[in-house]
């Protein structure tokens, strides 16, 4: 698509900004960047610039588990079965048979790696989820598995001598130059802006749920990994399909935290304010249905009971063994005087994971020479319409290993010989009137949430696309010199290619439900809406 929008965001000279050197960059320190960083040859330099720390992404927050096939009665067929299926005629099958197939031997790298998941005996403890026909979560610490594996794969890390980590440093763009990615240019406290040139190049950045107002997502999530690669060329792709998680806690005052969907699994109850439980309604799996289907099914419960929620209901569960199994979860309610054993938790659903982004091969390689990319910033194909629970961590491990296999051995490829391109980005006219970024971040979150949600319509997102496309028009050009506009101006970019995907796909299909155009058209199986930045 044709944009009018400047390439870099900020002005910069070779001559007047500091330089660094490093044989791989990794943007990112969730799981798929560190385990990226890890499948590099230990010859070869890397350097993971991160956004935060390692307990600021959403792999360190993820609860439930990894799903694999760990379990005698399970086999690797069902669950294909079961990702295709969740997907809804939109996952690419050989990138499913691949990653599955994969699954149970990462596991046992990180079981020897120290990684600590729960058992049963000497067996793993596995747990459920929606839309799985077996028993194949593993999982750590009740319901801490992200903390768990990031633990191991950051300490790790910490041991290899050829990998450095940059901390609390924002990537501003990607650096190209004749097609090809070069590095980076990145900010932080201690250094401002400073080049880095890399000869291969991973994106690990994560998803865009910040995007809206109710989300699960970290602070961090703006979707800056999808729109620096936007702008650097790279294809993206199913921009449309944005998971809600059905039951996201719903106090007032309160962070939204995720409620996993382990905890239906085992054996909680979605009820309404009536005490009704209305999810068999809606699907014979009843609360083991889906994501999409679930939360779907809870916002038209709310909309019939016109109440702003619903409730989780555990109170028929063995006290015991509910906290046992979630302490995190257990320790959250009690902050807000709620007993999980005892009380209905108050849920809804809330943005919690994007499908699309970065479109990649079955190694993370990108459109862009020397730019690869591994977990949530990516569409590889794994999760189509919509991710089957617990599949995200399994994708990041194994993406993340890929990419840093296919980023090292490139990199073996390419001479010593680093040299600064003459690549620069002139300073624009100051603008004289000042912008309240948080006053349009917040208008975006809210725009976001009321027209791009669980249900949407052609004539909501055309006046949600007229006000992004506004917005855009005098918040792109400008350049800033601070990480708060980088980010508005990553979340504008991005939101308005959510939109215009939404816009484009006339049908419903996984987590993409239009009330206009209410079921799956056969014309739309297995076609891809992409976008590519055309300066």
Known sequence: MKSVEPRYLTPFHPRQIPHFFTDVLVIGAGLAGLRSALAVDPKLSVLIACKDGREGSNSWHAQGGIATVMDPEDSIENHVRDTLEAGGGLCDETVVRSVISEGPERIRELISWGAEFDRVGNRLALGREGGHSHNRIVHANGDATGREIVRILYDRVRQQPNIDIWEDTFTIDLLTWEGRCRGAMVWNHRHGRTLIWAKQTILATGGCGQLYRETTN?????????????????????????????TVLYIAGSARHLITEAMRGEGAWLVDRHGHRFMFDYDPRGELAPRDIVSSAIVEQMEKTRHPCVYLDLTHLDPNKIRQRFPGITKICEEFRLDLTRDRIPVRPGAHYMMGGVTVDLVGRTTVPGLWAAGEVTSSGLHGANRLASNSLLEAIIYGRRAGEGASEAAKQEPDDFSVLPLANAPAPSP????????????????????????????????????????????????????????????????????????????????????????????????????????
């Not at 800056?224 to 399909?241: N, P, Q, S, T, W």
């Not at 980010?487 to 987590?511: H, P, V, Y």
């Open 218 to 246: 970290p602070e961090v999530a703006t979707g800056d990994g999808m729109a620096l690669a936007y702008r650097a060329g790279a294809e993206l792709r199913d921009m449309e399909f944005i998971q809600f998680h059905p």
């Open 432 to 535: 004289h009137e000042p912008l309240d970024l948080v006053d349009i971040r917040n208008s975006v979150k809210s725009l976001m949430w009321r027209s791009m949600g669980v249900r949407r319509e052609k004539e909501g997102m055309m006046e949600a696309l007229e006000d992004v496309e506004r917005w855009c028009s005098y918040v792109l050009p400008r350049q800033f010199n601070h990480p708060q506009g980088w980010e508005l101006q990553n979340m504008l970019t991005i939101a308005r290619l959510i939109i215009q995907a939404a816009l484009t796909r006339e049908e419903s299909r996984g987590c993409h439900f239009r009330t206009d155009f209410p079921f799956p058209r056969e014309e739309w199986q297995q076609r891809h809406i992409s976008f590519r930045y055309q300066p």
